[in-house]
């Protein structure tokens, strides 16, 4: 594996701990990592990483994006994902894959600090930090959770969302459950996951850490992202949900959330040109601005799962 430092990391704790943990990988020192970052490679060799320093680490989410009531934002930490599923935009989002992380954390915390003392104090601040890659899935080359958690328990009326597909919890369990942050689990049925969610953990995997670290008092989420209209689905997600009642008590979980592909014009454009032969985009159709499930399809996915929530006593966060 090849590892692509900036010079101006030298120094950088952080940074030495990822290099001495992998001595024996080739390291290459380089003055900016849009170097290597903005060219186009070729996306079957093996993934490379860089480490970098940057700034600008914040980005409004959309408006259909959180919950009401909050201000929220995106944490750009790192870019691209060890996980491969089919869907994400993540295909074409950029012009390589390899693995970037930004290791400038002190400068990252000031800009997490500094934009909240921009916004109205009566909303939350919601910063979600998995958007771009899967932080838990990497922790145990970054120590985002360590860094992080702490910090953000630190900050009033503030939250962090970890969004993830991994089992990697262990760093977690060190960290005493804090109230600032929720580890949101991405869940859909085995199907779906063996079909076009490659190299993530299991569905089982995954519930397993939901109940390890409802245990442990933390607050956890459930993302049931992206619903997908696969053959024979309604009996499939029927089965899902019926092993989801058996496997997890909703009424421990903090937040639900529900979705489904969402693609505006260009980026359908650009993921069908990167996956051609994915079956899912070719269900999807034109509504207003998006491509995405037929009404009547999304419909039955919200009938579905509201009388599935709402038994549960869980928030709810659905599109119109």
Not at 166 to 183: D, F, G, V
Not at 187 to 208: C, F, G, Q, W
Not at 215 to 229: K, M, Q, S, T, Y
Request: contains cysteine; glycine residues 2%.
């Amino acid at each position: 594996m090849i590892i692509y430092a900036e010079k101006s990391l030298e120094s950088n704790l952080q940074a030495k701990k990822i290099l001495e943990k992998h001595s024996n990988s080739d390291i290459i020192w380089i003055d900016n990592h849009k170097n290597i970052f903005d060219k186009n490679i070729a996306l079957t060799r093996e993934k490379s990483i860089i480490l970098a320093k940057w700034k600008n680490f914040i980005q409004n989410a959309p408006d259909w994006y959180w919950f009401a009531g909050t201000n929220a934002f995106f944490l750009k930490n790192s870019i691209n994902c060890v996980f491969d599923c089919d869907y994400c935009y993540l295909k074409w989002a950029f012009k390589n894959y390899d693995l970037l992380f930004f290791l400038d954390y002190e400068t990252m915390k000031n800009e997490v600090i500094e934009t909240i003392k921009k916004e109205d104090n009566w909303q939350v601040n919601r910063f979600y930090s998995s958007d771009y890659s899967d932080n838990l899935a990497t922790d145990n080359l970054t120590d985002f959770t360590s860094e992080f958690i702490p910090f953000f328990e630190t900050l009033e009326n503030t939250k962090l969302e970890i969004r993830t597909k991994s089992n990697n919890i262990w760093n977690l369990l060190k960290i005493t459950a804090p109230k600032n942050t929720e580890i949101a689990f991405s869940l859909n049925p085995s199907e779906v996951v063996e079909a076009y969610e490659h190299k993530t953990t299991s569905l089982d995997e995954r519930i397993k850490s939901i109940n390890t670290l409802l245990d442990a008092g933390w607050n956890v989420g459930i993302r049931f992202l992206p619903l997908v209209e696969i053959e024979n689905y309604k009996e499939i997600y029927d089965n899902f949900l019926n092993y989801l009642k058996w496997k997890i008590d909703f009424s421990r979980i903090s937040s639900v959330f529900i979705g489904w592909l969402l693609y505006t014009n260009d980026d359908y454009n650009n993921i069908l040109k990167a996956k051609p032969l994915l079956d899912l985009l070719y269900k999807l159709h034109k509504d207003w601005d998006f491509y995405r499930e037929n009404r009547w399809v999304r419909d039955r996915f919200y009938t579905k799962f509201w009388e599935f929530i709402k038994e549960k006593k869980c928030n709810i966060c659905l599109d119109n």
